[in-house]
């Protein structure tokens, strides 16, 4: 399969992804719309792979695999529940992994038309569908129920088609505007994590050429505490509500605030009880322990709390961190050294193209800001906003590649004068 052929086969799947998996999955309402977007992907990453000669992979693509499979066999020997809600755990923890990888090896790029279609339909579905319903919802409610299911799906579509935009801009200051117009229709939804959010992506679009060379020095390390503590600041309200007031208050709070709290409660607890490797897939805060429902609630003696429950267990996914229980200390740090690995890979593009991809850097540390927010009190990060975003840092590194490529090719070209000048010669 040439090369050309993959950038526009994916530009179709990322375009269908951004309208039916993000856009209009709740007005959809087919669940599985996620899962047919992951194997479209997996099928032309397979089918690229059989015409590539050396079939060559990742390691880190390999490696973690890997360790997928090592934590679903780990499952299956300690029984962390049944062999299907394995799988099923399994392959929904996979997926954001998968649209990572596959992307970043498939060295996808949008080519300039590419972009300024993705750009016009980021800027249609804003004016169409977005501002429409966040308008409207501040005198009635019901449309984001409607439209969106909740609030918090606002804004992270709302995040999602603004850094579809910005990725497919020129990043100048018009363009940086315009991100934070469509940007800020997300505050209508009241949500602390998108104010936190917002506030983060001020300061990665005005202030990274603060920090233009990634030095540790005082102005940097300035820069760095201002904006965590506006983060905390500004998201104090759940930090507050999630591990101190519901300590003191918790039978106050509502259901989901008491299901959150008492999964964070418990989860030091399951990482000491089952050292190193946590309690298996399926076993904690995750959907797939409340379908097939884990025998850990009942253990930690919290299978009676709200949102918990065997016979209501809505709020039992509402969180990702604490699902990390399941894959123990050794997967936590696994799960770190993941983003290390991303972020490290971008700085590295960043300096070798002679710091000229400011557009790329923000783009990856704003993803991955998005995903540390809000998997916080939410689980959007294995659900289809994380495969999508997860998809977007894989572009965003091969476009990244590509430019240092063209850039050093015409940096250490040699000009042609009729001789045959050896470039090993040129200092």
């Known amino acids: 399969m040439h090369p050309l052929d993959v950038n526009k086969y994916f530009f179709f799947l990322f375009i269908f992804s951004l309208l039916f998996v993000i856009v209009l999955y709740s007005l959809i309402g087919f669940q599985y719309i996620d899962e047919i977007c992951v194997l479209l992907l997996f099928v032309l990453f397979f089918l690229t792979i059989l015409n590539t000669p050396q079939w060559e992979f990742n390691k880190v693509f390999l490696i973690s695999l890997g360790v997928f499979l090592f934590y679903a066999i780990y499952s299956l020997i300690i029984g962390s529940n049944s062999p299907r809600a394995i799988f099923n755990d399994f392959v929904i923890n996979l997926k954001p992994y998968l649209g990572f990888f596959c992307v970043y090896q498939l060295k996808v790029y949008f080519d300039e038309s590419k972009k300024k279609l993705l750009k016009e339909i980021s800027l249609l579905i804003w004016f169409v569908f977005l501002l429409p319903v966040g308008l409207i919802s501040i005198f009635d409610d019901n449309v984001i129920v409607l439209t969106l299911t909740h609030p918090a799906n606002l804004a992270i579509v709302t995040i999602i088609v603004s850094l579809c935009y910005l990725y497919s801009s020129n990043f100048t200051k018009r363009d940086k505007t315009i991100f934070l117009v469509i940007l800020s229709i997300g ?241």
């Open 187 to 427: 505050i209508i939804s009241g949500k602390s994590k998108f104010y936190g959010f917002f506030t983060l992506s001020i300061f990665l679009i005005f202030f990274l050429n603060i920090i233009r060379q990634l030095k540790m020095n005082l102005k940097s390390i300035f820069v760095m505490c201002s904006m965590l503590t506006i983060i905390i600041i500004v998201a104090w309200q759940k930090i507050s509500l999630y591990f101190f007031d519901a300590l003191i208050n918790i039978g106050d709070k509502k259901g989901d605030m008491i299901a959150r709290f008492v999964l964070y409660r418990t989860f030091p607890e399951i990482l000491r009880d089952y050292f190193p490797f946590g309690s298996g897939f399926a076993s904690y805060a995750t959907h797939s322990s409340g379908e097939y429902y884990s025998g850990l609630y009942a253990k930690y003696g919290i299978e009676n709390v709200y949102g918990i429950s065997k016979h209501f267990c809505n709020f039992i996914s509402d969180t990702y961190y604490p699902s990390l229980a399941q894959f123990g200390v050794v997967g936590i740090i696994l799960f770190i050294l993941f983003w290390a690995y991303i972020i490290k890979k971008a700085i590295r593009l960043y300096k070798r193209s002679g710091y000229t991809l400011s557009k790329h850097l923000v783009l990856v540390l704003m993803i991955i800001g998005f995903i540390a927010i809000e998997c916080t009190t939410g689980s959007a990060f294995i659900a289809q906003g994380g495969f999508f975003v997860m998809m977007m840092i894989g572009m965003i590194l091969s476009d990244m590649q590509k430019a240092c490529f063209d850039y050093e090719s015409t940096k250490y070209r040699v000009p042609d004068f009729g001789g045959n000048q050896d470039a090993t010669n040129l200092n």
